[in-house]
Nanobody, 125 residues
Framework: QVQLVESGGGLVQPGGSLRLSCAAS????????VGWFRQAPGKEREGVSC????????DYADSVKGRFTIFRDNAKNTVTLQMNRLKPEDTAVYYC??????????????????WGQGTQVTVSS
């Protein structure tokens, strides 16, 4: 039974920080590229960040570069998205996903085999 579970979402004021975690069971996340995606109401799901399993390479959407950081904790079988200096436009449901190709991408959801249920991030004063 493969499961990905996101946690750490919530309500935060502009300029604040949140740390989202993606915890896996039934698979070893270090064997998969992992992506973070987000979807706001009425908008398409968009890639935020990803990390490869081949060489640890990371990628970020231009809108979050310099503010978000993705990293692994293999001992805990998790991938974390640290989000700093949050803006109202970051408000969305955030999803983590696992890609068996080991490379990962933020430009397409198609390579990702497993998805979490999502966690709500709301940035508002």
């Amino acid at each position: 039974q493969v499961q990905l579970v996101e946690s750490g979402g919530g309500l935060v004021q502009p300029g604040g920080s949140l740390r989202l975690s993606c915890a896996a069971s039934g698979l070893t996340l270090d064997d998969y590229a992992v992506g973070w995606f987000r979807q706001a109401p009425g908008k398409e799901r968009e890639g935020v960040s990803c990390i490869s399993s081949f060489d640890g390479r990371t990628d970020y959407a231009d809108s979050v570069k310099g503010r978000f950081t993705i990293f692994r904790d293999n001992a805990k079988n998790t991938v974390t998205l640290q989000m700093n200096r949050l803006k109202p436009e970051d408000t969305a449901v955030y999803y983590c996903a696992a890609d068996p190709s080991s490379i990962g991408t933020i430009v397409s959801t198609k390579p990702y085999e497993y998805w979490g249920q999502g966690t709500q991030v709301t940035v508002s004063s």
